[in-house]
């Protein structure tokens, strides 16, 4: 069995998928073949339990050193999730209070990257992706050929709220522009091509160094 919980920054809820690893069945196996914890880092504005945007990053060592200490042999495969979708071109809004330009998601899936890059990149270690739900990329419910790179509003509200419904990133690259994230191909699918193959393209790569330099002022992280 493949349990994918969320923990919304939670130490409490980490250390509940814990235990659970290490619980038997009747006939004495383990509950789960394959646990992928969920940072949820990527989705702060949904959910942090309190988690400051500067402490999340810690919560996440958290998790990598669990993974990275678990034993292979134990019979639960402790693992983690990269967690992105359009929204790092979009935004998202969620209220007033609660909503991400697309530079804080382009940090947040970047920061993730840096901190998961020695498991991403080490054959022994597994992990999971959330790319987002289809309709996101603007399938049509009647006709997925009509995908055309859409955005729909059904998965995630942009940050520009109804502006953004049903356009294309590049109809969404002037109202974008004051966050420099112009990108008009598919970008959820180039951000998992980077992770399986390293076949980052250029547009991701800018992206995240320029967020990395010039907003945060942060050394470079290296895409492997």
């Known amino acids: ?8 920054g939670s130490i409490t809820s980490v250390n509940n998928v814990c235990n659970i690893a290490n619980t038997y069945n009747y006939d004495g196996k383990k509950l789960c073949d394959v646990i992928v914890i969920q940072p949820g880092y990527f989705y702060y504005e949904v959910s942090n339990d309190g988690r400051s945007d500067s402490e ?15 034993d292979k042999n134990s019979g639960t495969d402790l693992c983690f999730q990269m967690e992105y979708d359009s929204s790092i071109f979009t935004g998202r809004y969620i209220n007033d209070e609660s909503k991400s330009n697309p ?25 999971g992706i959330y790319a987002g739900g ?16 859409l955005h729909s509003n059904r998965n995630h509200i942009t940050l520009y709220e109804n502006d953004g419904h049903y356009k294309t990133y590049k109809d969404l690259t002037d109202i974008a522009s004051n966050y420099n994230m112009a990108y008009n191909t598919k970008i959820t699918y180039d951000i998992t091509a980077g992770l399986l193959f390293n076949g980052w393209s250029s547009q991701v790569r800018d992206n995240i160094h320029r967020v990395y330099n010039e907003l945060f002022e942060e050394s470079r992280v290296t895409l492997y």
């Open 134 to 149: 289809p309709n996101e990329q603007g399938y049509n419910m009647n006709k997925i050929s009509d995908n055309i790179n």
């Open 56 to 70: 999340y990053p810690e919560f996440m060592q958290y998790i990598r050193d669990i993974v990275f200490n678990n």
């Open 1 to 8: 069995m493949i349990w994918m919980p969320y923990t919304g």
């Open 103 to 127: 530079s804080n998601k382009t940090y947040r899936f970047a920061k993730t990257l840096d901190i998961f890059k020695y498991l991403l990149t080490t054959p022994e270690y597994s992990f």
